[in-house]
């Protein structure tokens, strides 16, 4: 036997690592094995105390994806509301524009001799007309349409017998749209048929 530093050999043994532990050192006192299964609470509050913490889980992912979902509902809503406010926040600046619209209406109606200035005028309508366009303003069409109280406003009710019952016989102002939103009905004259 070789050297030792005092302390007792082991032989060596092949271990099973996963169910054996190596043996104890001698002298050393055995300790005895504690049963897992006593130790353990009873099955049935344990079970009852699992369903209730899965419930109470369950019942937080729900309340979770409700409130996702509102969060989402408000985020489209406040979206959908600001394009909303985008579209239609020229309407009033435009609707201060339209008397502007009628003069020139009303300028190229009266005939002058001076055909510069009116070619003049007509251009500066057009630009006008085109820039409003741009911005989503169209002139509803009323002149032999039939009256609509939607977009038309009747000033008077003509009796005659050359035209459908209640329809535009003349337009006396304009009225336009700002892409879907009326901002002014247009002022017609309609025309009542009593043979129809």
């Known amino acids: 036997m070789g050297r030792t530093n005092g302390k007792s050999e082991i032989e060596p043994q092949e271990l099973d690592a996963e169910h054996e532990l190596p043996p104890s050192e001698e002298g050393a006192e055995e300790t005895p094995a504690v049963s897992t299964t006593a130790a353990a609470p009873p099955a049935a509050p344990r079970d009852a105390e699992l369903e209730k913490l899965k419930a109470e889980r369950d019942a937080l992912l729900d309340r979770l994806a409700r409130l996702q979902a509102e969060f989402e509902n408000a985020r ?75 977009l038309h406003q009747a000033i008077e009710m003509v009796d005659t017998t050359e035209a459908d019952d209640h329809q535009v016989l003349e337009e006396l102002q304009r009225g336009y749209k700002l892409k879907d939103r009326l901002l002014r009905p247009s002022m017609v004259k309609v025309a009542r048929n009593t043979k129809h």
């Open 76 to 150: 489209k809503r406040s979206a959908r509301e600001q394009q909303e406010f985008r579209e239609y926040a020229l309407a009033e600046a435009v609707k201060g524009l339209l008397p502007v619209l009628d003069s020139f209406e009303r300028a190229l109606q009266v005939g002058t001799n001076e055909s510069e200035l009116r070619s003049g005028v007509e251009l500066i309508y057009k630009q006008l007309q085109d820039a409003l366009a741009k911005l989503g303003l169209r002139a509803i069409p009323a002149e032999g349409e039939p009256f609509d109280p939607h």
